[in-house]
């Protein structure tokens, strides 16, 4: 089993629409989490850290399911702009490292 | 946020020479830099963890013979891609921490081996 995963999409919505993103993390003991956005060709960005109560930025909600190990983020009104992958990521417990799932991509159609 | 710089963001070499690959903390004194590999449309796979002035630690899998990391300061460490071959074109990328901080990026590097 991978120790992050994620459904790869593509997801196409339309401006506006609201969508959401769920990823699956395999340690029980991974205390930190993160979604990145890369966009083509270019170094991921930290979008936003996951908290245990949940953390809103803006239009962008993230959320942490420890019992089903599960952690999410929501865009609500989806600009153009928002198209791009979307990247989950938990720290390995201990060590500092950042171990990535295969990212959503994400496309935001006018 | 801080910044992580890398160098250079892309280079192509022929099949059987070496590339070196930089990867410089600008503002702050990094205590743990990561090197990735990322091929076309997969995910980011961590690769090695380099901690100043000690021997790197490889993922399973990784040759650390192939890639060599030298961590030689707090603000720079180095990846070189030895005997590079057409199957090691990818894109790589490294980040930096301290231990109160997230993992900051650098830009990346596009090899190209011919």
Known sequence: ????????????????????????????????????????????????????????????????NRASQYISLLIRDSKLSDSATYLCVAERPGTYKYIFGTGTRLKVLA | GAVVSQHPSRVICKSGTSVKIECRSLDFQATTMFWYRQFP?????????????????????????????????????TLTVTSAHPEDSSFYICSAKTVNTEAFFGQGTRLTVV
């Not at chain 1, 089993?1 to 991974?30: L, M």
Request: charged share 25%; glycine share 6%; with cysteine.
């Open chain 1, 1 to 64: 089993r991978k120790e992050v995963e994620q459904d790869p999409g593509p997801f196409n919505v339309p401006e506006g629409a609201t969508v959401a993103f769920n990823c699956t993390y395999s340690n029980s003991a991974s205390q930190s989490f993160f979604w990145y956005r890369q966009d083509c060709r270019k170094e991921p960005k930290l979008l936003m850290s996951v908290y245990s109560s949940g953390n809103e930025d803006g239009r962008f909600t993230a959320q942490l």
């Open chain 2, 41 to 77: 449309k997969q995910s980011l796979m961590l690769m090695a963890t380099s901690n100043e002035g000690s021997k790197a630690t490889y993922e399973q899998g990784v040759e650390k013979d192939k890639f060599l990391i030298n961590h030689a300061s707090l603000t720079l460490s």
